[in-house]
């Protein structure tokens, strides 16, 4: 019979490191480009990120602690997405730094930002995928018993996207491993990547019939 190590998160989870975010794993990256009313360029990265809906395609992210990526996208109700890939994931890293808000993360960390068509928000230019999005919902968290936590949700429907070239087959395909992009994982820096090799196929069952 297996054995559980069970608990409940309010408790305490009397294990080493707090296991959530190697459990819920790996997790696709938010690396968020957004401009302040001032004109300063702002980039992070976000570990809460992922698609939610296909048409029309909203993406969010989750930031624990208001931050300027927040601030920004609430205030000028844009943002975008950039791909974060082993390539540049060092320079992905960097921009992750606590810097004032002042300070333009792209010159930070030695990336090229390059206009977007439809939002304010630069786009990195090194990232093989950007989506350009206008904020829908920007709202804090809030626990079972309603309280408020220090986290909010923006979530942004993608008017434009931007995919290299070299990521599409012959078939007009994107390929997801090709880019090497990098997903999070537990601990204070572990990052997974996909691979071809490790790619399965799963046919959805066809809908029953009597």
């Known amino acids: 019979m297996t054995g559980y190590h069970s608990y409940e998160p309010a408790a305490g989870h009397r294990l080493a490191h707090d296991p959530l975010n190697a459990i819920i794993a790996p997790r696709p990256i938010g690396w968020i480009s957004t401009v302040s009313d ?11 990120f992922n698609l939610f809906n296909y048409s029309p395609p909203i993406i969010g992210f989750a930031s624990i602690g208001w931050k ?8 000028t109700g844009e943002f975008v997405w950039n791909l974060a890939t082993e390539a ?4 992905m890293n960097q921009t992750s730094a606590a810097l004032p808000a002042d300070v333009d993360e792209f010159d930070h960390a030695g990336l090229t930002a390059v206009d977007s068509d439809l939002v304010r928000p630069s786009r990195v230019a090194q990232s093989p995928v950007n989506f350009e999005c206008l904020v829908t919902e920007a709202f804090q968290l809030r626990s079972a018993a309603g309280e408020s936590v220090d986290t909010w949700m923006v979530l942004g429907e993608v008017v434009k996207v931007h995919i290299s070239t ?22 204070k820096g572990d990052y997974f990547i996909p691979s071809d090799e490790h790619h399965l196929y799963m046919e959805r069952p066809q809908p029953m019939t009597r």
Do not use: H, M
């Open 68 to 75: 300027d990526t927040v601030a920004n996208a609430k205030s």
């Open 38 to 48: 001032d004109g300063v360029r702002n980039l992070a990265p976000y570990s809460f």
């Open 166 to 187: 070299a990521l599409l087959g012959d078939d007009l395909t994107y390929d997801t491993a090709r880019p090497r992009p990098l997903l999070r994982a537990g601990g």
């Open 88 to 91: 540049i994931g060092e320079q």
